[in-house]
């Protein structure tokens, strides 16, 4: 499995675009790029997934380069209850989500 | 639509006891996968029923460690004799048939072994 990495933490204010890279120079042709987001004492939540290019949902953005070695998660106009851990997880495919999580991007928003 | 249920959400036990965690996933997720977070370490998988069955058991620390799925719906994870390093946060996850499908967590079970 590609293994991927990713800033420790970030800080914004609120109302700002935060953006969260994740290089994962190992990833293969059946992987997707699958995005989670984790509150203090609760699972892990699924955001957003690509293959390539970019891929936008009601919550966020991912931007996906042609090389796909990184990839860019767009939060637009945070707010304090964004405050949570990114985790960027590259899934194969062929092992539906038997995901390997690695440490996260904690995400302080400010007022 | 219910989300996938973690029962208890926690429990403290003493060293060599018995506990069972139960998951009761989102109905009609044939897929039911077990995950934990150990203190200071990062969310591992431990495995993966498709149904009834062990599709990936591959994560599963020691065989004082035994997750069933009868039925193919809630599944169990018991531990026996539960060990100090055995203290964490349990999580159970769902996901529909077919590959490129989300997976839902449950909030987890929180053990301490005392």
């Known amino acids: 499995l590609a293994k991927t990495t990713q800033p420790i933490s970030m800080d914004s204010y609120e109302g700002q675009e935060v953006n969260i890279t994740c290089s994962h120079n190992?990833?293969?042709?059946?992987?997707?790029i699958t995005w989670y987001q984790q509150f203090p004492s609760q699972g892990p939540r699924f955001i957003i997934q690509g293959y390539k290019t970019k891929v936008t949902n009601e919550v966020a953005s991912l931007f996906i380069p042609a090389d796909r070695k990184s990839s860019t998660l767009s939060l637009p106009r945070v707010s304090l209850s964004d405050t949570a851990v990114y985790y960027c997880?590259?899934?194969?495919?062929?092992?539906?989500?038997?995901?390997?999580f690695g440490g996260g991007t904690r995400l302080m928003v400010k007022p | 639509e219910a989300g996938v249920t973690q029962f208890p959400s926690h429990s403290v036990i003493e060293k060599g006891q018995t506990v069972t965690l139960r998951c009761d996933p989102i109905s009609g997720h044939d897929n039911l996968y077990w995950y934990r977070r150990v203190m200071g370490k990062e969310i591992k998988f431990l495995l993966h029923f498709v149904k009834e069955s062990k599709q990936d058991e591959s994560g599963m620390p020691n065989n004082r460690f035994l997750a069933e799925r009868t039925g193919g719906t809630y599944s169990t994870l018991k531990v026996q004799p539960a060990e100090l390093e055995d203290s964490g946060v349990y999580f159970c996850?769902?996901?529909?048939?077919?590959?490129?499908?989300?997976?839902?967590f449950g909030q987890g079970t929180r053990l301490t072994v005392v």
């Open positions: 996850a769902s996901s529909r048939r077919g590959g490129g499908t989300e997976a839902f």
């Open positions: 997880l590259v899934r194969n495919n062929n092992a539906g989500n038997m995901l390997t």
């Open positions: 190992n990833i293969a042709t059946n992987d997707y």
